[in-house]
């Protein structure tokens, strides 16, 4: 069984900011990519930013210049540094990693974390 726990989120006024933390456990043979998702009220889930083991990153055009992904492969674990945030950053943001549990596996699998809340209001 994989686990993704995530932490880091809350309540934040606009132009704050916060971190969010995820961490994967279990059987786990080798990690593709972290990344994290945000899926907002009446709207579909969507990419934030991702990461490879090898460092390569990838954000939404939305979150360009103002949030960070980062990760420590040892630990297994991301992080996203979110500045300067907006109202429209408000949602459930979802921790997602895409690796194989066994070296024989053929094929990588999605697994999701179970989502924390970030509130940007004043």
């Known amino acids: 069984q994989v686990r993704l726990v995530e932490s880091g989120g809350g309540l934040v006024q606009p132009g704050g900011s916060l971190r969010l933390s995820c961490a994967a456990s279990?059987?786990?043979?080798?990690?593709?990519?972290m990344g994290w998702y945000r899926q907002a009220p009446g709207k579909q889930r969507e990419l934030v930013a991702t990461?490879?083991?090898?460092?390569?990153?990838n954000y939404a055009d939305s979150v360009k210049g103002r949030f960070t992904i980062s990760s420590d492969n040892a630990k297994k674990t991301v992080y996203l540094q979110m500045n300067s945030l907006k109202p429209e950053d408000t949602a459930v943001y979802y921790c997602?990693?895409?690796?194989?549990?066994?070296?024989?596996?053929?094929?990588?699998?999605?697994?999701w974390g179970q989502g924390t809340q970030v509130t940007v209001s004043s």
């Open positions: 990461i490879t083991t090898a460092g390569s990153t």
């Open positions: 997602n990693a895409n690796l194989r549990r066994w070296l024989s596996e053929i094929r990588s699998s999605d697994y």
């Open positions: 279990g059987i786990i043979f080798r990690i593709n990519t």
